[in-house]
């Protein structure tokens, strides 16, 4: 699987982003896809990820209720729609897809988009 991230920009806070992944490769069909973040200075951090079948999400509890995962499999692309956008928020948004169930720990993830920039500030 080959995965490449877009979407991400400069927003306001309270602003909303959508950011893409589109993915090459029959296996994208069942894979889990997710999406992490990483800020400066700090480590990767899992923010959502869904089951091959589109079903069993995931958020991290700093996300939960503001951000949504959802997958088209005809563009075999997914996506992470961010809404009430928060400074914190600012980091490199990675996807990434395993072969298995929607696991919360990056080292799980076997494939990686190059990332892509979301910085949150006024």
């Known amino acids: 699987v080959q995965l490449q991230a877009s979407g991400g920009g400069l927003v306001q806070p309270g602003g909303s982003l959508r950011l893409s992944c589109a993915a090459s490769?029959?296996?994208?069909?069942?894979?889990?896809m997710g999406w992490f973040r990483q800020a400066p200075g700090q480590g990767r951090e899992f923010v959502a990820a869904?089951?091959?079948?589109?079903?069993?999400?995931k958020y991290a509890d700093s996300v939960k209720g503001r951000f949504a995962i959802s997958k088209d499999s005809a563009k075999n692309t997914v996506y992470l729609q961010m809404n009430s956008l928060k400074p914190e928020d600012t980091a490199i948004y990675y996807c990434?897809?395993?072969?298995?169930?929607?696991?919360?720990?990056?080292?799980?993830?076997?494939?990686w988009g190059q990332g892509t920039l979301v910085t949150v500030s006024s």
């Open positions: 490769g029959r296996t994208f069909s069942y894979a889990t």
């Open positions: 869904m089951g091959d079948s589109g079903s069993r999400i």
């Open positions: 990434a897809a395993r072969i298995g169930s929607p696991l919360t720990t990056s080292p799980a993830y076997d494939y």
